[in-house]
């Protein structure tokens, strides 16, 4: 099958942005790995901060779909939890821990992609909340709603990714956090 012009781009984008991170790329850089002519590029895309952001929308809908599809393999509310984690913090973790530039892609998604980001971290917590809800819908004295443990689950794994220094670490503490919440909600 035939690549598109676009995939090609964001393909060559991927592995330029994970090299150089996003403030060293140039169009130049991208329009070489694309195999194409500057022109060219700009035909596809207006500016390094379009393409940047394409790139972003990719990577959470590869994401998001992973997490799901990890998600549906599991039936215990734990083992739903830990994949849908795994994907989407565990795998983002290792890929910052394998190159040194792709902090800089984090920090350049949220000040050029702010919008997609905060849409694609909307999407997982929905999915946190989704497997919360069985859970929580007999629970008429809890003051938390699925919606909003979800969140508060999504911003304390954040944290974790700033704080752990491995893999493993960023796993434990993800553990720790479900067996507290799983407690609560199961006392």
Not at 117 to 137: C, K, N, Q, V, Y
Not at 155 to 160: I, K
Request: proline fraction near 3%; hydrophobic fraction near 45%; include cysteine.
């Amino acid at each position: 099958m035939t690549q598109s012009k676009e995939e090609q781009v964001l393909n060559a984008a991927r592995k330029i942005f994970m090299r150089y991170g996003f403030k060293r790329a140039t169009m130049s850089d991208l329009a070489e790995a694309a195999q194409m002519s500057r022109p060219a590029l700009y035909l596809i895309f207006s500016s390094k901060e379009e393409v940047f952001q394409a790139l972003i929308t990719q990577i959470f809908s590869e994401l998001l779909h992973d997490v799901r599809k990890e998600v549906s393999t599991h039936e215990e509310v734990a083992d739903q939890l830990t994949s849908a984690f795994e994907v989407w913090c565990v795998r983002p973790f290792e890929m910052i821990q394998a190159s040194p530039d792709a902090r800089d892609i984090l920090e350049s998604g949220y000040a050029f992609a702010t919008e997609i980001t905060m849409g694609a971290f909307a999407e997982f917590e929905t999915i946190l909340s989704d497997i919360l809800r069985p859970l929580m819908s007999d629970q008429a004295n809890l003051s938390l709603s699925p919606e909003q443990l979800a969140h508060i689950l999504n911003t304390a794994t954040q944290g974790f990714k700033e704080s752990a220094s491995s893999a493993m670490q960023i796993r434990q503490l993800i553990k720790g956090l479900i067996t507290i919440v799983l407690a609560g909600l199961n006392h």
